[in-house]
């Protein structure tokens, strides 16, 4: 009901725009802008003691600049143009000037500035760049914000294509009629509180709370100015640098290319960051304060769109979280971020959480009652045994380990930048491999039996990327002389001590691979995959290893879309293809 009415509205305000006319005022004159339109189409900015108003203009728009800076006196100004005015008197109205020009400038100053309370849009440009304008920056706006499009002396019609198809986008989340609009314009619609239209300005008033993914290479310029209840100090840092492979990659003959196997490894500079203030720590490592995402929350912090299964991504830039997994309570004390996006998993476990541990020394010597830090999903969901069991094996005392089964709010936390990222760009850091030895040194069962070759497989239970003729490959490299493991039957130590006694380690791609990590002697590893399978973990893993690696490829039941990625094929069954492997294979069997 509340869309149609919104509906209603922008239409009877597109008519009555149409009755009087699409041509501007003679010898340039302009309707008066002020607080009496503002009152006249019921709106007012919000209702803060320190709101924050920005001015959007280029070129010759003195007067309508000074017009707002006096509209919005005592309010913290900002005023965004390529070059400042001398006449604007900025100094005089407390504003301050940034220095920008294109979208992209503007989306990076008013990152640490936002959340926004009104935005006025003075470009000198046609309603289709300003459409443009709002699409990209509108959701820097705090929910009860306002835009305004102030349209005079721009010199064209008051009712444009564009600027029709842009009232269109904003009540295309009515989902009353087909708009066309996208994922992006539905968004952008739903988040429209309230349009008033006159000939010289539009007014749009926001709702929804978007919260800002904030990236980790850009977090220690933008967190503290952008959540002033929030402070960051920097623990430690660990230059970025360049990882070079020396060992031979081999992958061997597909029906598709199989990218990201990269010789060349870049990674980033690694921040130890410790975060005070109301912190709310939800659940799959989604970690955020009042308008911002925090980069911990994200695994993979370096690809184009971040990505957190409890954040609705909006796009690049933008999330939204849903009401209910805001926490109702807090958790005292000093803690540790070591949750990951899907907790009790292996895999992840193994891979996002222990590639966070090399900071906890430094941080547990700054803050002597520091706690480790997980979720569980719910109460009474599981005993937490595989975490504490790493978590100790690496040093961390089992008194300093503390899970949370229910979003709390935190006012102490410490996050590291991981040191393994499985998505492009993949990276590894060489000193990861210090973190393996480190709980190697506890973990590893030296008293189990080892065996030179051995084949990792899995069991029929498990439901992702099932090999269908697995019983048949694990003859076919038993009769090769290797000896069968299914690691999920092993306790964790006795893994480690299997895995670090073995020259030459094969089996299907997956977790159960991962605890290659604790190899001392490898020299060749095997890997059989699905064309499908993207995940990069076993490339990541033994780039630190200095062993040669051998892929062998076969087709998936489901492929990829052309020139696209799905989540069926990623998970995929399959079948190994002796037909187009096994002299390859066998070529390199012989050869051990």
């Given at each position: 009901?509340?869309?149609?009415?919104?509906?209603?509205?922008?239409?009877?305000?597109?008519?009555?725009?149409?009755?009087?006319?699409?041509?501007?005022?003679?010898?340039?004159?302009?309707?008066?802008?002020?607080?009496?339109?503002l009152?006249?189409?019921?709106?007012?900015?919000?209702?803060?003691?320190?709101?924050?108003?920005?001015?959007?203009?280029?070129?010759?728009?003195?007067?309508?600049v000074?017009?707002?800076?006096?509209?919005?006196?005592?309010?913290?100004?900002?005023?965004?143009?390529?070059?400042?005015?001398?006449?604007?008197?900025?100094?005089?109205?407390?504003?301050t000037?940034?220095?920008?020009?294109?979208?992209d400038?503007?989306?990076?100053?008013?990152?640490?500035?936002?959340?926004?309370?009104?935005?006025?849009?003075?470009?000198?440009?046609?309603?289709?760049?300003?459409?443009?304008?709002?699409?990209?920056?509108?959701?820097?706006?705090?929910?009860?914000?306002?835009?305004?499009?102030?349209?005079?002396?721009?010199?064209?019609?008051?009712?444009?294509?564009?600027?029709?198809s842009?009232?269109?986008?904003?009540?295309?989340?009515?989902?009353?009629?087909?708009?066309?609009?996208?994922?992006?314009?539905?968004?952008?619609?739903?988040?429209?509180?309230?349009?008033?239209?006159?000939?010289?300005?539009?007014?749009?008033?926001?709702?929804?709370?978007?919260?800002?993914?904030?990236?980790?290479?850009?977090?220690?310029?933008?967190?503290?100015?952008?959540?002033?209840?929030?402070?960051?100090?920097?623990?430690?840092?660990?230059?970025?640098?360049?990882?070079?492979?020396?060992?031979?990659?081999?992958?061997?003959?597909?029906?598709?290319?199989?990218?990201?196997?990269?010789t060349?490894?870049?990674?980033?500079?690694?921040?130890?960051?410790?975060?005070?203030?109301?912190?709310?720590?939800?659940?799959?490592?989604?970690?955020?304060?009042?308008?911002?995402?925090?980069?911990?929350?994200?695994?993979?912090?370096?690809?184009?769109?971040?990505?957190?299964?409890?954040?609705?991504?909006?796009?690049?830039?933008?999330?939204?979280?849903?009401?209910?997994?805001?926490?109702?309570?807090?958790l005292?004390?000093?803690?540790?971020?070591?949750?990951?996006?899907n907790?009790?998993?292996?895999?992840?476990?193994?891979?996002?959480?222990?590639?966070?541990?090399?900071?906890?020394?430094?941080?547990?010597?700054?803050?002597?009652?520091?706690?480790?830090?997980?979720?569980?999903?719910?109460?009474?969901?599981?005993?937490?045994?595989?975490?504490?069991?790493?978590?100790?094996?690496?040093?961390?005392?089992?008194?300093?380990?503390?899970?949370?089964?229910?979003?709390?709010?935190v006012?102490?936390?410490?996050?590291?930048?991981?040191?393994?990222?499985?998505?492009?760009?993949?990276?590894?850091?060489?000193?990861?491999?210090?973190?393996?030895?480190?709980?190697?040194?506890?973990?590893?069962?030296?008293?189990?039996?080892?065996?030179?070759?051995?084949?990792?497989?899995?069991?029929?239970?498990?439901?992702?990327?099932?090999?269908?003729?697995?019983?048949?490959?694990?003859?076919?490299?038993?009769?090769?002389?290797?000896?069968?493991?299914?690691?999920?039957?092993?306790?964790?130590?006795?893994?480690?001590?299997i895995?670090?006694?073995?020259?030459?380690?094969?089996?299907?791609?997956?977790?159960?691979?991962?605890?290659?990590?604790?190899?001392?002697?490898?020299?060749?590893?095997?890997?059989?995959?699905?064309?499908?399978?993207?995940?990069?973990?076993?490339?990541?893993?033994?780039?630190?290893?200095?062993?040669?690696?051998?892929?062998?490829?076969?087709?998936?039941?489901?492929a990829?879309?052309?020139?696209?990625?799905?989540?069926?094929?990623?998970?995929?069954?399959?079948?190994?293809?002796?037909?187009?492997?096994?002299?390859?294979?066998?070529k390199?069997?012989?050869?051990?």
């Amino acid at each position: 009901m509340a869309e149609r009415a919104l509906t209603n509205k922008v239409r009877a305000g597109l008519r009555s725009l149409r009755r009087r006319g699409e041509t501007p005022p003679a010898d340039g004159a302009a309707d008066e802008v002020g607080p009496g339109l503002l009152a006249d189409a019921g709106l007012e900015p919000p209702a803060r003691a320190d709101r924050s108003v920005i001015i959007l203009t280029q070129g010759d728009t003195r007067t309508p600049v000074v017009e707002w800076l006096s509209e919005f006196a005592g309010d913290r100004l900002h005023v965004i143009s390529l070059d400042a005015d001398p006449e604007w008197d900025l100094d005089g109205h407390g504003a301050t000037h940034h220095r920008a020009e294109t979208l992209d400038q503007y989306h990076w100053l008013l990152k640490p500035i936002g959340p926004v309370d009104v935005l006025i849009d003075l470009l000198p440009v046609d309603d289709a760049t300003h459409l443009l304008t709002w699409q990209r920056l509108f959701l820097h706006l705090r929910p009860g914000g306002l835009w305004l499009v102030d349209r005079r002396g721009q010199g064209q019609s008051a009712f444009t294509a564009a600027f029709a198809s842009w009232v269109q986008t904003m009540v295309a989340a009515g989902g009353t009629e087909d708009v066309g609009a996208n994922a992006r314009d539905l968004e952008l619609g739903a988040s429209t509180a309230q349009v008033s239209i006159s000939r010289d300005l539009l007014v749009i008033k926001k709702r929804r709370w978007h919260f800002l993914k904030l990236r980790d290479a850009e977090t220690n310029r933008v967190l503290e100015s952008r959540e002033p209840n929030l402070r960051m100090r920097e623990l430690a840092g660990v230059k970025g640098g360049e990882l070079i492979i020396g060992s031979k990659i081999i992958s061997h003959e597909s029906t598709v290319p199989i990218p990201d196997l990269n010789t060349t490894l870049t990674y980033p500079e690694l921040h130890l960051r410790h975060y005070t203030g109301k912190i709310a720590y939800v659940s799959n490592a989604l970690v955020h304060g009042e308008s911002t995402i925090l980069p911990d929350s994200f695994r993979h912090h370096l690809e184009a769109s971040p990505r957190n299964v409890r954040v609705n991504s909006i796009s690049a830039a933008w999330g939204r979280i849903r009401q209910d997994l805001r926490p109702k309570d807090a958790l005292p004390g000093h803690y540790y971020q070591l949750d990951c996006e899907n907790p009790g998993h292996f895999g992840h476990l193994m891979t996002e959480v222990i590639s966070r541990l090399w900071g906890w020394d430094a941080a547990k010597a700054e803050i002597p009652d520091l706690k480790a830090l997980f979720r569980i999903r719910f109460p009474h969901e599981r005993d937490p045994a595989l975490e504490r069991r790493l978590f100790t094996a690496y040093g961390i005392d089992e008194d300093d380990i503390v899970w949370a089964d229910h979003p709390v709010y935190v006012e102490s936390l410490v996050a590291a930048t991981p040191q393994f990222h499985n998505q492009r760009p993949h990276y590894v850091h060489p000193g990861l491999i210090d973190t393996w030895r480190r709980i190697g040194e506890k973990l590893i069962n030296r008293s189990v039996e080892t065996h030179d070759q051995i084949f990792i497989s899995r069991q029929d239970t498990l439901s992702n990327r099932v090999c269908r003729n697995a019983r048949e490959v694990e003859r076919w490299f038993a009769d090769h002389g290797f000896t069968i493991i299914y690691p999920e039957t092993l306790d964790l130590g006795e893994q480690a001590g299997i895995f670090a006694g073995a020259r030459v380690i094969a089996g299907f791609g997956g977790s159960a691979l991962f605890n290659a990590i604790h190899a001392e002697k490898l020299e060749t590893l095997i890997i059989l995959n699905h064309e499908s399978y993207t995940a990069r973990n076993e490339h990541l893993i033994s780039a630190l290893l200095d062993c040669d690696v051998h892929y062998f490829w076969s087709k998936s039941d489901v492929a990829h879309p052309p020139g696209g990625w799905s989540e069926e094929a990623y998970y995929s069954s399959w079948e190994f293809d002796f037909d187009h492997n096994r002299a390859e294979v066998e070529k390199l069997l012989a050869e051990l």
